[in-house]
């Protein structure tokens, strides 16, 4: 079975601020896919990242940054310089690398204020 | 990546009748699933979309309660039947194509009266 927890419900920052959303995740799988969507207010579910449980390099995008870290099952995301455009719900999501079927995480609430 | 159409984008219906909603992609993809996602709630995936076969329902989703068709490889219809105020979510399509990471449609937000 695979698991995904976002423990922190929710986070309020100051614009400007960086802000790290939390991801530990459980799989069997020893291939997988890790994700991050954002659902802004509007409620489409935007893609952000993909990691292979291959690729433990981090990634940075923008004001976006990802720590994959396989040691301790994590998958921490970073935005750096908050906007208030970066107020959103923020998932992180698990899948196999064959079945494609997404296991997702409770979401972290971001409120970004000016 | 795929462009997802879905419809229709809200409704408001009565408890007791069904409503079937539409995913069009515009291009052909591997998989499509259905997703649901209770208002406040994460996302959790009802079934995964089988082009010319019976879709595959996760554990706590029947087929006579949502039934999904594929007839082919851009189309998908999830069906909500008989509907109560339970059943009030956003639904959503998803696609994966070849090895791109999947994307999801805008979904549809259902309330039920």
């Known amino acids: 079975a695979q698991k995904v927890t976002q423990a922190q419900t929710e986070i309020s920052v100051v614009e400007k601020e960086d802000v790290t959303l939390d991801c530990v995740y459980e799989t069997r799988d020893t291939t997988y896919y890790l994700f991050w969507y954002k659902q802004p207010p509007s409620g489409e579910l935007v893609f952000l990242i993909r990691?292979?449980?291959?690729?433990?390099q981090n990634e940075i995008s923008g004001r976006y940054s990802w720590n994959f870290q396989k040691s301790t099952s994590s998958f921490n995301f970073t935005i750096t310089a908050s906007q208030v455009v970066d107020s959103a719900v923020y998932f992180c999501?698990?899948?196999?690398?064959?079945?494609?079927?997404?296991?997702f995480g409770a979401g972290t609430t971001v409120t970004v204020r000016a | 990546s795929a462009v997802i159409s879905q419809k229709p984008s809200r409704d408001i219906c009565q408890r007791g009748t069904s409503l079937t909603i539409q995913c069009q992609v515009d291009?052909?993809?591997?998989?499509m699933f259905w997703y649901r996602q209770q208002p406040g709630q994460s996302l959790t995936l009802i079934a995964t979309a089988n082009q010319g076969s019976e879709a595959t329902y996760e554990s706590g989703f029947v087929i006579d309660k949502f039934p999904i068709s594929r007839p082919n490889l851009t189309f998908s219809t999830l069906t909500v039947s008989n509907m109560s105020p339970e059943d009030s979510s956003i639904y959503l399509c998803s696609v994966v194509s070849g090895n791109q990471p999947q994307h999801f449609g805008d979904g549809t937000r259902l309330s039920i009266l």
């Open positions: 999501a698990l899948s196999g690398i064959n079945d494609y079927k997404l296991s």
């Open positions: 291009s052909q993809v591997t998989m």
């Open positions: 990691r292979n449980s291959f690729d433990e």
